[in-house]
């Protein structure tokens, strides 16, 4: 099973970008699916990307579409979540998670979490 940490998030205006990083520990992490999800106070867990064990396919939320890409590099057990033009209604945790299943949009599927990484949109 993997470990995994989030790092990248912090305070953007609008328009701004930001990275975040998932470093995963262990030497199975080419065997699980990726995906990110976002917590915002007072609402349910989101669906916002996710990635094949491969990378060779990747998966949005509506919401995020056309502004943020996931990407992964296996040797370096690391997926990453570029976020362009972000907007306030971003602000939120972030969570990486890892899953054996192709059900990427729902999160009971996912058996591997990070601690999270604040993400906060200015106006």
């Known amino acids: 099973q993997v470990q995994l940490v989030e790092t990248g998030g912090g305070l953007v205006q609008a328009g701004g970008s930001l990275r975040l990083s998932c470093a995963a520990s262990?030497?199975?992490?080419?065997?699980?699916?990726m995906g990110w999800f976002r917590q915002a106070p007072g609402k349910e867990r989101e669906f916002v990307a996710a990635?094949?064990?491969?990378?060779?396919?990747?998966y949005y939320g509506d919401s995020v579409k056309g502004r943020f890409t996931i990407s992964r590099d296996n040797p370096q057990n690391t997926v990453y979540l570029q976020m362009n033009t972000l907007k306030p209604e971003d602000t939120a945790v972030y969570y990486c998670?890892?899953?054996?299943?192709?059900?990427?949009?729902?999160?009971?599927?996912?058996?591997?979490w990070g601690q999270g990484t604040q993400v906060t949109v200015s106006s």
């Open positions: 990635i094949s064990r491969s990378g060779g396919s990747t």
């Open positions: 262990g030497r199975t992490f080419s065997s699980y699916g």
């Open positions: 998670a890892a899953t054996k299943t192709a059900n990427w949009g729902l999160a009971r599927f996912y058996d591997t």
